[in-house]
């Protein structure tokens, strides 16, 4: 069974500038809340205040020891968080979505420890809507933003999904993938720990 090794690394200084340069992207730039380029200084600010920060993590999801994109937590309570995530490399293995969107859910109920997971996608940016459905979030609301494409005001679909459901779905949805996918999302490594 031929995968690639999948493991979320902390963060770190080092990577500052790779980051930055993925989150300039266009690609990724416009599905965030805002399309603003990042300059340098304004990312080592972001960076500080974020690693002294108890309520958020940012790791850097390496493929085959290649940093190839990124996941954050947010929001991180005694009961709930919020996480994102983007591919900052386009050349990954196919499945590589599959994995971050497990990685997620995984981490933050057996890793974090809290009850619910929510994840914000703007109305717009249909795949990760695709994905979370293939997910069977339980719930979904939409939320106004401050985003703006075009001139006008741009909603967000807000996505929850409970421990108690991810523990109960996480088997079927699996399946609904090729066997190399489920096996990869039951070997993902989060700061050299295997999670499953």
């Known amino acids: ?6 493991e979320f690394k ?8 790779l980051v930055r340069g993925w989150r300039n992207e266009p690609r990724i730039r416009n599905n965030m809340y805002s399309t603003d380029i990042i300059g340098r200084d304004q990312q080592v600010e972001w960076f500080e205040k974020m690693v ?11 493929q ?3 940093p190839i994109g990124c996941l954050s937590f947010t929001s991180i309570n005694n009961e709930d968080c919020q996480w994102g995530c ?4 386009e050349r990954v293995w196919p499945g590589s979505g599959i994995i971050l969107a497990v990685a997620a859910l995984d981490y933050a109920f057996k890793g974090i420890g809290v009850e619910l997971l929510e994840a914000e996608v703007l109305e717009f940016n249909k795949s990760p809507q695709q994905m979370h459905q293939t997910f069977e979030y339980p719930e979904s609301y939409i939320k106004e933003t401050n985003a703006i494409r075009d001139g006008k005001q741009v909603n967000a679909i807000v996505y929850k999904y409970s421990r108690e459901a991810w ?8 399946d609904k993938f ?6 990869a999302a039951n070997h993902i ?5 295997l999670l499953s």
């Open 64 to 66: 085959n020891d290649k």
């Open 52 to 62: 002294e920060d108890p309520s958020r993590e940012y790791f850097v999801y390496f």
């Open 189 to 193: 490594f989060f700061k050299g720990k």
């Open 178 to 183: 090729p066997i190399k996918f489920r096996h």
């Open 10 to 17: 902390p963060f770190t200084y080092e990577l500052l500038e």
């Open 167 to 174: 523990e109960k779905n996480r088997d079927n949805v699996l």
């Open 86 to 89: 983007y591919l900052g490399e």
């Open 1 to 6: 069974m031929k995968y690639p090794k999948n």
